[in-house]
């Protein structure tokens, strides 16, 4: 059963281009949460998506991010117009349910905006 | 509203000594808890959880947690330090039960292990 499968592991992208992250959640799971790592700073919740839906967004920016989880493929983590500040790792995990269970992690895309 | 707070940035151990990582946590609701290790340039991975079974939780690695409500901490530990166990170590809560598991990550607490 293989885990939680994310792509890019690394992407390089210029001021002002998109990025766009794709998540696999493991089988079997339905549920997917994207995650921000900043350097020096901790994992920050950004989305929560079932299929097709997205059920908690309070932690995504304003403005130029968005997540979306189709009902065929993988969830996508997509950044407008990036900027240097959104230099980060990002993490995607993947539950079977919702409810406090345990989450499972991805390797992670590290986007570097040069 | 929940929080995390990892009480040590940083922590340095001796190997074949043991290790203890605190954690205090902040929940207005039955909380679930967590750790997770971080290798450098890696995902993360669970070490173990609490979800309101045994307040002594068992994980992988030898690691093992407490959950104390009436100090409201889960600090990990382990008996025996191994090289291997340097890496960066979070605690997490989540509210769970009938509602998601949104996670709260505590800065994280990073360990050295000093052959």
């Known amino acids: 059963n293989a885990g939680v499968m994310q792509n890019p592991r690394h992407l390089v992208r210029r001021r002002g281009q998109e990025a766009r992250l794709r998540c696999s959640p493991m089988?079997?799971?339905?549920?997917v949460y994207w995650y921000r790592q900043l350097p020096e700073e901790g994992l920050k919740f950004m989305v929560y998506l079932q299929k097709e839906n997205i059920i908690d967004e309070s932690g995504m920016p304003k403005e130029r991010f968005s997540a979306e989880f189709p009902k065929e493929g993988p969830s996508i983590l997509r950044i407008q117009q990036v900027v240097r500040g959104d230099s980060a790792a990002y993490f995607c995990a993947s539950s079977p349910d919702g409810g406090g269970n345990e989450q499972y992690f991805g390797p992670g895309t590290r986007l570097t905006v040069t | 509203a929940q929080s995390v707070t990892q009480l040590d940035s940083h922590v340095s151990v001796s190997e074949g000594t043991p290790v203890l990582l605190r954690c205090n946590y902040s929940s207005s609701y039955s909380p679930s808890l967590f750790w997770y290790v971080q290798h450098p340039n890696k995902g993360l991975q669970l070490l173990l959880k609490y979800t309101s079974a045994a307040t002594l939780v068992k994980g992988i690695n030898g690691f093992e947690a407490e959950f104390k409500k009436s100090e409201t901490s889960f600090h990990l530990t382990k008996p025996s330090a191994h090289m291997s166990d340097a890496a960066e170590y979070f605690c997490v809560v989540s509210v769970g039960g009938a509602s998601y598991g949104k996670l709260t990550f505590g800065q994280g607490t990073i360990l050295t292990v000093h052959p």
């Open positions: 089988k079997g799971h339905s549920h």
